[in-house]
């Protein structure tokens, strides 16, 4: 089955620092790819997907590319906010399964 | 925006007893799934309900646990006996289509303490 190996946390910044989360996975096929985040007391929330080789997911000024050569998804952000404290969950898919595989998470603090 | 509720936020239970986690999915969802969270550990996949019935379960959603969707709007996780090593946030989450494209939309769980 799918399995995601994540960067390890937690990961500590400075506002207006740039961000890089690893994540890389394991599937048959070629998945669809996500990121989820979770802010503190909320349940896990979309950020971005992409769903094919080469494409970029994208949203709140982050950034993933689907790496099928590589098998990896990596989450980018240029300049991070205090408000983008929270844990960052990378997730494959497989169409036609019903199951997500999340890695650990990897928890963000960005200090002002 | 159309949410997934779940309730109650917090629970806590003696070992042995009977829970039953409640989720409302967004209305014209279709696909629904239990998910958990052990403290420090992955999110883990239990089970997922499609048409009335269960469509996947993982090793974890042994004879223990159950789900349900008793009225066409609620969905509900019941655990029978409930273990200590069953502490962990449970989170529900709705999709109106194969899951492989579209995302999950997930409540924002249920913390369950087993003493």
Redesign the interface.
Same mark, same amino acid.
């Given at each position: 089955g799918n399995s995601v190996t994540q960067m390890e946390g937690p990961v500590t910044l400075s506002e207006e620092a740039f961000l890089t989360i690893n994540c890389t996975y394991t599937a048959t096929g070629y998945? =669809?790819l $996500?990121w989820?985040v979770q802010y503190p +007391? %909320?349940? *896990? @929330? *979309?950020l971005l &997907?992409a769903?094919k080789a080469d494409d970029k997911g994208s949203n709140k000024g982050f950034e993933a590319t689907y790496r099928k050569e590589t098998t990896s998804f990596h989450l980018e952000k240029g300049s991070v906010q205090v408000s983008d404290s929270a844990v960052y $969950?990378c997730a494959p898919? @497989?169409? +036609? =399964? %019903? &199951? *997500?595989?999340? +890695? &650990?998470?990897t928890k963000l603090t960005v200090n002002p | 925006e159309p949410e997934v509720t779940q309730t109650p936020s917090h629970q806590v239970t003696q070992m042995g007893q009977e829970v039953i986690l409640r989720c409302v999915p967004i209305s014209n969802h279709l696909y629904f799934y239990w998910y958990r969270q052990i403290l420090g550990q992955k999110v883990e996949f239990l089970v997922s309900f499609y048409n009335n019935e269960i469509s996947e379960k993982s090793e974890i959603f042994d004879d223990q646990f159950s789900v349900e969707r008793p009225d066409g709007s609620n969905f509900t996780l019941k655990i029978r006996s409930t273990k200590l090593e069953d502490s962990a946030m449970y989170f529900c989450a709705s999709s109106d289509a194969d899951r492989g494209i579209t995302p999950l939309h997930f409540g924002n769980g249920t913390r369950l303490t087993v003493t």
């Open positions: 998945p =669809s $996500f989820y +007391g %909320e349940g *896990l @929330q *979309l &997907k769903t $969950f898919a @497989q169409g +036609g =399964s %019903e &199951k *997500l595989v999340f +890695g &650990k998470g | -």
